[in-house]
C-alpha cells in the first residue's frame, strides 16, 4: 500500500513539475490542477481504471506555452501523450526514453527545438511518433530501427538533414511515412518496398534524387503518393493505375519525371487528388477521367502540340465533385471545347493560362456558378468577353490578360460584388470602362493598360475604397483630367495612367491616397508645377511623370523621400538643381528638359551662368535701387569727366557758358545708359578700380561713343 501511495506521489510531483514549466495559459485548463481535487480529475488527465497512476496527458490544441519539464519520464504507467498544437519551446527531454509503456508521443505542431532524442528508442511500445512542424534538426536516429511496432511515424516540416535511412524498411508495420518539407537528400531507399502495409508515404519537399524504384509501385495499399518539390526522374510504370488500386492521393508535381502520363491511371477510379504539374511529360493526354467520380482536385502540366489534345475535357463532366482544375503553362492549343460549360457546378478555380488557346470563350461559362477563380491569362483567345461572365457571383479573381480580346468591357462585371482583381491588360478592348465596375466595393487590384479603351475615367471607380493594390489605366485613349475623387482611395498602393491623352493639373487630392507607392502618369499633356502633396507623401518609391508639359522649378523637397525611381524628362522645367539634390543618379532622368542647369555630372546638364543662379540673385527691389543710385553716381563723374576734358582742351582763356556745356552734355535717363551698354554686358567693361567700373557706351542717336563710370 506504502508503494502505491509513493507511486502515486511521484505523478502527482511529476504534474505539478509539469505544470510549472507553462508559463502562459490563456484558456486556463490547468486551472483545475490544484490540490481541490485528485490529480486523476485534473482536465487532459487520465488515470487507469483498477489504480490511480497516470496512463495519458491530453492538452492538445490548448495553447499552451512554455517547456517540456523532464519529470514527465517518472510517469512510468504513462501510454499517450498528445500535446498537439500549442506553443511548447525547448528540447525534447532526454528522459522520455524511461517511459517504457508509451505507445503514442504526439508533439506536433509546436515550436520545439534540437536533436531527435535517439533514447526514445527504448519506448519500444510506440505505435505511433508525432513531431512534425518543430523546429527539430539533425537525423533520423539510427536507434529507432528498434521501434518495431511503429506505424506512423511523422517527421514532416523540420529541419531534419541527412538521407531517408534505410532502416524504415525493417519497420514493417508502418503505414504511414512522412518526412516532408526537410532538407534529406539521397536517393529514395529501395527497402520503403518492404512495407508492405504502407498506406501513405509523404515525402514532398526535400532534396532526394534519383529515381524511384519499381518495388515500391508494388505497394498495393498506398492510398496517399506524395513526392512532389524533389528532383527525381525517371518515368511512371505503365501499370500505375493497376499498382495503386487504392490511391486516392498522388502528387508527384515539380520533379524531372519524363515520358508519357499512363493511360492505367484511369483505372485508379478512387483518386480524388491529382498533381503532376511542372515535370516534362510528353505526349498526348489519354487518360479518361470519367471513373474518377471523387476527384476534386486535378493540376496538368506537360508538352504535348496534338490537335485534338483537349478531348480529355469531355470525361471531366463526370467528375461532379471537381473543385480545382488547374491546366495552366502546358502548350495546349485549339479553341476551348464547349464540353467546359458541363463540368461541375461546385468548381471554384479554373486556371487554364499560359498555353496557346485560341478562339472565343463559350458562353456556357456561365454556368460555372461556384467560380471563384478564372485564370485565361497569356493565350491566344480573340472575340468579346462574354457577358455571361455576369452570372458567376462568386468569382474573386478574373484574369484574362495577354489575349486578343476585343469588343467592350461587359457591363454585367458590375454584378459580381465579391470579384477582387480584374486583370485586363494587353488585350483589344475598346470603348468606355462601365460605370458599373463602381459597384464592385471589394476591387483591389483593376488593371486594363494596354487596350484601345477611350472617354474619360469615370468617378465611380473612385468610390471602391477597398482599391488598394494596383489602379493600373495606362497605354489606353483616356482623356479629360485626373478627377479629385482619386483622393477616395487612401490604401491605394500602385496608381497607373501613363501614355493617355489626359490634361489639366496633376489634382492635389493625390496626396490623400496615404499609401501611394507608385505613381506613373507619363506621356500625356498635364501641365502646371509638381504639387506640393509629395512633400508629405514619404511612402512613395517610384514617380514618372515625364513627358508632360510640366513647368516652373524642381522642387528641393523631392531630395528628403526615398525614391528609387525619378523620372523628370521632356518637360519644361527650369532652373538650377544643386549638387546636393538627388545625388543617386541612377533613380532620376531629367533628358529633354533644356532649361535645367548644374546639378550632379552624371546628369550631364549644363553648367549655370552666376547670373542665372537663383542663390545668387539679389531681390529685384534692391538690385533697382542699386543700379539707380549707381547711375546717378556714375553720371556726375561722367559730366565732370567730359568738362575737365574740354576745357584742357581750350585752354584757360576759353571758358565755355553754360549753354553749351548743357549742349554737349545732354541728360540721359537710366534706361539709356542701360541700353547704350548692353545692359551694363561685362563685353563693354573697360577697366576696374578703386573708383569703381568704367563702360564703353554707344548712344542711338547718333552711335557717338562715351565712357561710363559706376562708382563702387
Known amino acids: 500500500m506504502l508503494q502505491v501511495v509513493a507511486l502515486e506521489e511521484g505523478d502527482l510531483a511529476a504534474l505539478q513539475a509539469f505544470k510549472s514549466k507553462i508559463s502562459h495559459d490563456p484558456q486556463g485548463v490547468l486551472n483545475s490542477w490544484n490540490d481541490s481535487r485528485h490529480f486523476c480529475e485534473w482536465e487532459g488527465i487520465t488515470c487507469g481504471r483498477w489504480h490511480k497512476r497516470v496512463i495519458a496527458l491530453d492538452l492538445m490544441s490548448k495553447p499552451l506555452n512554455g517547456s517540456l519539464s523532464p519529470h514527465i519520464g517518472n510517469l512510468s504507467c504513462l501510454r499517450e501523450i498528445n500535446l498537439i498544437n500549442n506553443t511548447i519551446q525547448g528540447e525534447i527531454p532526454r528522459e522520455f526514453g524511461r517511459l517504457l509503456r508509451l505507445e503514442a508521443l504526439l508533439l506536433s505542431n509546436n515550436s520545439l527545438v534540437g536533436r531527435i532524442p535517439a533514447n526514445l528508442s527504448y519506448c519500444s511500445g510506440l505505435t505511433v511518433l508525432t513531431l512534425g512542424c518543430n523546429k527539430l534538426e539533425g537525423i533520423i536516429p539510427f536507434e529507432f530501427v528498434a521501434l518495431y511496432k511503429l506505424k506512423r511515424l511523422a517527421l514532416h516540416r523540420n529541419n531534419l538533414t541527412g538521407g531517408i535511412p534505410p532502416f524504415l524498411g525493417n519497420l514493417t508495420s508502418l503505414k504511414s511515412v512522412s518526412l516532408a518539407g526537410n532538407s534529406f537528400g539521397g536517393n529514395i531507399p529501395e527497402s520503403l518496398g518492404q512495407l508492405k502495409e504502407l498506406e501513405a508515404l509523404g515525402i514532398s519537399g526535400n532534396n532526394l534524387s534519383g529515381i524511384i524504384h519499381p518495388s515500391i509501385y508494388n505497394l498495393s495499399f498506398l492510398a496517399i503518393f506524395s513526392v512532389s518539390r524533389n528532383q527525381i526522374h525517371g518515368s511512371l510504370p505503365q501499370s500505375l493505375g493497376l499498382a495503386f488500386p487504392n490511391l486516392k492521393l498522388f502528387q508527384i508535381g515539380q520533379n524531372f519525371f519524363s515520358g508519357s502520363i499512363p493511360i492505367s491511371l484511369s483505372n485508379a477510379s478512387k483518386l480524388e487528388y491529382i498533381e503532376i504539374a511542372y515535370n516534362s511529360f510528353f505526349g498526348k493526354l489519354s487518360v479518361n477521367f470519367g471513373g474518377m467520380r471523387n476527384l476534386s482536385y486535378l493540376n496538368l502540366v506537360f508538352r504535348s502540340g496534338e490537335s485534338d489534345e483537349m478531348r480529355f475535357m469531355d470525361s471531366l463532366a463526370n467528375c461532379s465533385k471537381l473543385r480545382v482544375l488547374g491546366l495552366g503553362g502546358n502548350q495546349f492549343r485549339g479553341a476551348l471545347p464547349h464540353s467546359i460549360a458541363n463540368l461541375s457546378s461546385q468548381l471554384q478555380i479554373l486556371d487554364l493560362g499560359y498555353n496557346q488557346f485560341h478562339g472565343s470563350i463559350p458562353s456556357g461559362i456561365g454556368n460555372l456558378v461556384n467560380l471563384y477563380s478564372l485564370e485565361m491569362e497569356e493565350n491566344q483567345f480573340t472575340g468579346t468577353i462574354p457577358k455571361e461572365m455576369g452570372k458567376l457571383l462568386n468569382l474573386q479573381g478574373l484574369d484574362f490578360s495577354g489575349n486578343h480580346f476585343s469588343g467592350e468591357i461587359p457591363s454585367t462585371l458590375g454584378n459580381l460584388s465579391l470579384l477582387f482583381q480584374i486583370f485586363f491588360n494587353n488585350n483589344n478592348l475598346s470603348g468606355v470602362i462601365p460605370y458599373s465596375l463602381g459597384n464592385l466595393k471589394q476591387l483591389a487590384f483593376l488593371e486594363v493598360s494596354k487596350n484601345e479603351l477611350s472617354g474619360t475615367i469615370p468617378e465611380d471607380i473612385f468610390n471602391i475604397s477597398y482599391l488598394s493594390n494596383s489602379l493600373d489605366l495606362g497605354q489606353n485613349h483616356f482623356v479629360g483630367s485626373i478627377p479629385p475623387r482619386i483622393g477616395n482611395l487612401k490604401a491605394l498602393r500602385s496608381f497607373v495612367v501613363s501614355n493617355n491623352d489626359l490634361s489639366g493639373e496633376i489634382p492635389s487630392e493625390l496626396g490623400l491616397c496615404s499609401s501611394l507607392e507608385e505613381i506613373y502618369l507619363a506621356g500625356n499633356f498635364f501641365h502646371g508645377s509638381i504639387p506640393s502633396f509629395f512633400k508629405t507623401s514619404r511612402g512613395i518609391r517610384k514617380v514618372d511623370l515625364s513627358r508632360n508639359n ?105 571758358q565755355p557758358s553754360i549753354p553749351m556745356m548743357r549742349k554737349s552734355l545732354p541728360k540721359m535717363s537710366y534706361q539709356s545708359l542701360f541700353k547704350a551698354t548692353d545692359g551694363f554686358s561685362s563685353t563693354r567693361l573697360i577697366g576696374v578700380g578703386s573708383f569703381g567700373s568704367v563702360y564703353k557706351g554707344v548712344l542711338d542717336e547718333d552711335r557717338t561713343i562715351v565712357a561710363i563710370k559706376f562708382g563702387e
Not at 558 to 584: M, P, R, V
Open 550 to 654: 510640366l513647368s516652373g522649378q524642381i522642387p528641393l523637397f523631392l531630395q528628403a523621400l526615398s525614391l528609387e525611381y525619378l523620372n523628370l524628362s521632356f518637360n519644361d522645367f527650369e532652373g538650377k538643381l544643386t549638387k546636393g539634390i538627388f545625388a543617386n543618379a541612377s533613380a532620376i532622368s531629367v533628358i529633354g528638359c533644356s532649361r535645367l542647369c548644374g546639378g550632379i555630372p552624371e546628369l550631364q546638364l549644363p553648367k549655370c551662368t552666376e547670373n542665372k543662379s537663383s542663390s545668387q540673385k539679389i531681390s529685384q527691389k534692391l538690385k533697382i535701387i542699386f543700379l539707380t543710385l549707381s547711375a546717378f553716381s556714375g553720371l556726375v563723374i561722367v559730366s565732370f569727366f567730359i568738362f575737365y576734358w574740354h576745357k584742357r582742351r581750350r585752354g584757360p582763356s576759353r
